[in-house]
Antibody, heavy 118, light 107 residues
Framework: QITLKESGPTLVKPTQTLTLTCTFS??????????VGWIRQPPGKALEWLAL???????RYSPSLKSSLTITKDTSRNQVVLRMTNMDPVDTATYYC??????????WGQGTLVSVSS | ETVMTQSPATLSVSPGERVTLSCRAS??????LAWYQQKPGQAPRLLIY???TRATGIPARFSGSGSGTDFTLTISSLQSEDFAVYYC?????????FGQGTKLDIQ
């Protein structure tokens, strides 16, 4: 059974760095074709794809946010970490991590709401 | 960036009706298209991938079709639990992009 869970702060101040951790079980991030992605959703708005890291350490970022995003994995701890620098109130959103198999996001975490406010 | 355009934005329908949702890509995504269902306060749920393959556990009343730039999601007979927001997503071209969603309302 594949499960994922996001964790991190619920409130950050503008200009701070956000660090979110996705802890998963039921799969290995060293398996061929597997990845873990991050997607966010501002309140009442659509989904926005952010980043993806693959079993082979390859990674991809949304071009509009690439300069502020870093995604890393710790295969032994079954975790993926997303860092986002220079947070702004427009970054207030629910952040989801999701299991990816050949780029299809088939299992999602419950999401974590992050608010950006001074 | 591949822009995904969904139509309509909102659809008011009655239980039992057949519904067709549309998704158009600004450039070809081949068959690398997924559909998700999202209910309030919940994470998205994968319904369809590869444009037409139902995900595990998805009822047969959900079907997807299309390739290239034009795609549809059809729900053959709406059940009460199907009232939700539906998103399409392409995973052919970086960055992987979502549509703006279609909300199914109870008429």
């Amino acid at each position: 059974q594949i499960t994922l869970k996001e964790s991190g702060p619920t409130l950050v101040k503008p200009t701070q760095t956000l660090t979110l951790t996705c802890t998963f079980s039921g799969f290995s991030l060293s398996t061929y074709g597997v990845g873990v992605g991050w997607i966010r959703q501002p309140p009442g708005k659509a989904l926005e794809w952010l980043a993806l890291i693959y079993w082979n350490d390859d990674n991809r970022y949304s071009p509009s946010l690439k300069s502020s995003l870093t995604i890393t994995k710790d295969t032994s701890r079954n975790q993926v970490v997303l860092r986002m620098t220079n947070m702004d109130p427009v970054d207030t959103a629910t952040y989801y991590c999701a299991h990816s198999i050949w780029n299809v996001h088939d299992y999602w975490g419950q999401g974590t709401l992050v608010s950006v406010s001074s | 960036e591949t822009v995904m355009t969904q139509s309509p934005a909102t659809l008011s329908v009655s239980p039992g009706e057949r519904v067709t949702l549309s998704c158009r890509a600004s450039q070809s995504v081949d068959s690398n298209l997924a559909w998700y269902q999202q209910k309030p306060g919940q994470a998205p749920r994968l319904l369809i991938y590869g444009a037409s393959t139902r995900a595990t556990g998805i009822p047969a009343r959900f079907s997807g079709s299309g390739s290239g730039t034009d795609f549809t999601l059809t729900i053959s007979s709406l059940q009460s639990e199907d009232f939700a927001v539906y998103y399409c997503q392409q995973y052919s071209n970086w960055p992987y992009t979502f549509g703006q969603g279609t909300k199914l309302d109870i008429q």
